[in-house]
């Protein structure tokens, strides 16, 4: 069978078990690289007017606090060198952006990797790493940590962040699971939330058949969580990935931007030495909460709004000139939205 068959068969499937559903669905998918597939290929366009698709908080550039990112920019004005990967550079701050900081003479480098921090701390051994990221990118880190560079973590867990969704003022019916996170945390965590989920991969065929088979068991009135994606992620995870964060994260309240303090969704450093919140305490309980501003990212990470209903996308906010987080991140619904949008 051809891929266009393919295609074609999963939405008339689509079609036809929504037809036995007698209320509006909404599926949300907590991945960006499901964002970006959904929005490149149209996938919104060609699925029924009773089931909706909405994007969460899938960019970890995005749902990292406005304070967090304010207080890696205070420290590098203080003149601490910073590494960190690359979008994070031109997320806006309150006042400025760690691009800007650079760009007056501060010491930030962009990485694309742990190891670069590694030669990095041979001309700067007092570097501090931005760490960023869910479950994913975590392990990464611990790579630091085990040669003793100091990190400020905003490593996220996603299973917490997909509770308070299911409780918040969007009523989801079923989740596109995230594929690489899976890969690492395997399927069991998502046991304990109450709605349908199928864990997808990265293509559209593998993102209409996560929705044809969601459609099914919201259609069934079932709960189940399917792994979609069985060639990438096993049931149980990578075991030596969840022991390296058990070996060098304890788990911590985290705030996230738009969903705000999340028990139990974050990744704190362990050793109080390499951990640059308690080193550079002083430096931190300086840097002033954030003013509200114009910028919406935070209702549509909650999937409360698309981002066209922003009152700055594409006037203010572009990706030349980012309000936001979301418009910075290639995983950012604005930036996607814009980058595919009609």
Known sequence: MNEKKILQDHIDCIHETMEDVSHPVTIMEICGGHTNIIMRYGI????????????????PVCVSSQHDIDCM??????????ATYGDMMRVPGSKFTLDDIRATGGTVIEVYSTTEVLELQKKYPDIVFFGIGFETTAPMTTFLLEHNI???SVHKLVPPAMKVLIDGEVMIDGFISPGHVSTIIGTYPYKDIPIPQVIAGFTAERILRAIRILAGLISNGKSDVINGYPEGVKEKGNRHAQELLKTYFTICDSTWRGLGLIPDSGLEVKDPELNAKIQYHDIFKQVPLPKKTGCRCGDILKGLITPDQCPLYRKQCTPETPQGACMVSEEGSCAIAYRYGK
Do not use: F, M, N
Not at 44 to 59: E, F, K, N
Not at 73 to 82: D, R, S, V
């Open 73 to 82: 920019i205070e420290l590098a004005h203080q003149k601490i060198p910073i």
């Open 44 to 59: 919104r366009d060609i699925l029924p007017d009773t089931l909706h698709l909405v994007s969460g908080p899938g960019c």
């Open 150 to 152: 100091c990190v400020y």
